[in-house]
Nanobody, 124 residues
Framework: QVQLVESGGGLVQPGGSLRLSCAAS????????VGWFRQSPGKERDFVAA????????YYTDSVKGRFTISRDNAKNTVYLQMNSLKPEDTAVYYC?????????????????WGQGTQVTVSS
């Protein structure tokens, strides 16, 4: 079992930045694919970014490329999502997800552990 707890969400103006954190407990985190997804009211939960086990490979949805950066510190069992140049359309609940030895990085079905989510609101 892996428990995931997100933090760092909040209200930010357009063009601003936020850094989300996902703290994991329960197992050796370095063997887990970790991803970030987001969900707006009335919409599906969509892929945002993912990091391979070692952090060597990262993946992003097109709409956040060049603005968001995923990173991980396996020694601290923590994954981060640095979000810059935020736009109103980035407003959503952001979820951290993990999969042991996972490889299906862009699909919700590729993850079997989820956090409770953290709200990000981009508004002036």
């Amino acid at each position: 079992q892996v428990q995931l707890v997100e933090s760092g969400g909040g209200l930010v103006q357009p063009g601003g930045s936020l850094r989300l954190s996902c703290a994991a407990s329960g197992r050796t985190f370095s063997s887990y694919l970790v991803g970030w997804f987001r969900q707006s009211p009335g919409k599906e939960r969509d892929f945002v970014a993912a990091s391979s086990w070692s952090g060597t490979n990262t993946y992003y949805t097109d709409s956040v490329k060049g603005r968001f950066t995923i990173s991980r510190d396996n020694a601290k069992n923590t994954v981060y999502l640095q979000m810059n140049s935020l736009k109103p359309e980035d407003t959503a609940v952001y979820y951290c997800a993990a999969a042991f030895l996972g490889s299906n990085w862009s699909s919700r079905l590729g993850y079997n552990y989820w956090g409770q989510g953290t709200q990000v609101t981009v508004s002036s």
